[in-house]
């Protein structure tokens, strides 16, 4: 491609910019807040009851996503961070999902959601949604920060989409190649070097 982030190694052309990212995810977090406020209501829970919702952001690409998004929800939550593995090492190529560690045991009854960084093949979310409803929690909800146009091996219900982008590998904002580029804050497809 085109352009190119200095010292980064690699050439990138950026596919979605630092702003429109903060200004997506401000929408994201509202989204969120307004929907898990109805489900307190309906259920006559007090705005501020400790123990009704609880964040599952999956390790280690929404570290960045989460941190940003839970600064938009001005609600009573915890944090379990969970760890699925699907892209270990050098590789753009999907080798499925596995959970790393356990889930937390207590979220029968509770308001789940569960943030990703992306919705690609769909195993991770899919992997998770199936682990999750077996504790028979109040409800469940999924917020990835981006969706990929592919064809899923694994379909899974997700209903908070920051971004539709298409089928290329992306890197920034919390995700990775090969543990790099995390810190990046747009989000940018990776490309090979120049000849
Ligand atoms: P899935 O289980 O949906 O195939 O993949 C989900 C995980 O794969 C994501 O949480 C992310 O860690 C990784 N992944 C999928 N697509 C990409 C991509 O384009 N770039 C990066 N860096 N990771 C990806
Ligand atoms: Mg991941």
Known sequence: GSGGKAGMGRVADVLIPQGEIARRVRELGADLARDLTVELEREGSAMDAPGR?????????????????????PLMMSMELVSVSSYPGATTESKGAALRGALPKDLAGRHVVIVDDIYDTGQTLSLLQTLIAEQKPA?????????????????????????????????????????????????????????
Do not use: Q, W
């Open 139 to 195: 409800s469940v909800r999924t917020c990835v920060l981006l969706s990929k146009e592919r064809e899923r091996l694994a379909e899974a219900k997700v209903e908070y989409v920051g971004f539709e982008i298409p089928n290329a590998f992306v890197v920034g904002y919390g995700l990775d190649y090969d543990g790099f580029y995390r810190n990046l804050p747009e989000i940018v497809v990776l490309g090979e070097e120049p000849e």
């Open 53 to 73: 919702i609880v964040l599952m952001p999956v390790l280690t690409g929404a570290v960045v996503f989460v941190a940003d998004l839970i600064r938009h929800m």
